[in-house]
């Protein structure tokens, strides 16, 4: 039996009645999706209830718009002030912070071959590339690109590279890098292509590489009070399409993959000190050193405003 009304489709096949209906959804899923109701009725004979399975199903065209919201996105904010207000002192120690601690989390050095996915205009690779045998960062905005490659030439930075483009669209050799980095990258990525990112990843990194990811958390009490005390300021900074994550979510799928994996939290009130006070390094400083208490302390913790992934493929 099949049934069509409007945007629906009914089907039974058998033991199994599926539903299937177009419409749409909360932020961070893109406009439009189909849910896909599955009711399996072989089960009654071991079950009091038929077993229901939801599923979303993101389009093609709807995440190739979410793409190119967020490539517009991108290329307003990095052909504005952006590369002016990452160049300063509070949230140039902020990136020299991260990369130190990214190398400590994962034990990587001087050898390590890097991936770093959404790099933006460079600014975290550029830190990191002294510390590394060689750093190549991807991302999906132009004028991202040609900044990155600007800063790395001004800087006497050699063994970086910049290509534009995604993980989709790049061609990049497999079992070939010790440790892939997205930083600020996952909570503008859809639902589906999120889903798929760690088996990208896996295939990328050599047996025994690394994954980092920091992303703002959905808990985050910073977030809770800038949306009251400076809603203008969050809103100018963060793009269409992107929402906040929690680390239980992001975590699991790595763990599908065959990752061991690791959730944390990486601060609490330094990084956005930084953002908002970016030429007050000594207020970075302090504030990283409270931070480096605060995320340590139980239940406080958990309001904490960015957290990180770690994971290592077996």
């Known amino acids: ?11 039974l096949t058998g033991n199994h ?20 109701v599955v009711h399996d009725f072989s089960l009654l004979r071991a079950v009091a209830a038929p077993r229901v399975t939801l599923s979303l199903v993101e389009s093609p065209d709807d995440l190739s718009a979410v793409l190119e919201r967020e490539r517009a996105y991108h290329e307003r904010l990095y052909s504005g002030k952006a590369q002016q207000r990452f160049a300063q002192a509070a949230v140039r120690e902020f990136r020299s912070h991260l990369c130190e601690h990214i190398l400590g989390a994962t034990g990587l050095g001087a ?9 933006g205009i460079g600014d975290t690779e550029i830190v990191m590339a002294p510390r590394v045998r060689s750093i190549t960062g991807v991302d999906l905005s132009p004028s991202g690109i040609r900044e990155a490659r600007a800063a790395a030439e001004a800087a006497g930075v050699r063994n970086a590279t910049f ?5 989709d669209t790049v061609d990049l050799p497999s079992n070939s890098f010790d440790l892939a980095i997205a930083i600020f990258l996952l909570h503008h990525v859809p639902d589906a292509p999120l889903a798929a990112l760690p088996r990208q990843v896996a295939r990328l990194l050599a047996p025994g590489g690394w994954f980092y990811s920091l992303d703002p958390s959905r808990r985050r009490l910073s977030g809770a009070v800038g949306s009251v005390v400076i809603p203008w300021i969050m809103k100018q900074h963060q793009s269409p399409d992107e929402r906040e994550l929690v680390a239980g979510a992001v975590a699991p799928l790595f763990e599908a993959e065959g990752f061991a994996c690791r959730a944390d939290f990486y601060d609490f009130v330094s990084t956005p000190l930084a953002g908002l006070f970016p030429g007050w390094p000594a207020g970075y400083r302090a504030a990283r050193r409270l931070d480096d208490v605060l995320v340590r302390v139980p239940l406080l913790r958990t309001v904490s405003s960015n957290f990180e992934i770690v994971a290592r493929k077996s």
């Open 163 to 167: 290509v534009e483009g995604t993980l």
């Open 17 to 36: 009645l599926e539903c299937r209906q177009a419409g749409r959804i909360g932020h961070g899923l893109g406009d439009a999706v189909e849910l896909v």
């Open 111 to 119: 050898d390590a071959h890097v991936l770093s996915i959404g790099c």
């Open 1 to 11: 039996m099949v049934t069509d009304a409007g945007t629906g489709h009914l089907a």
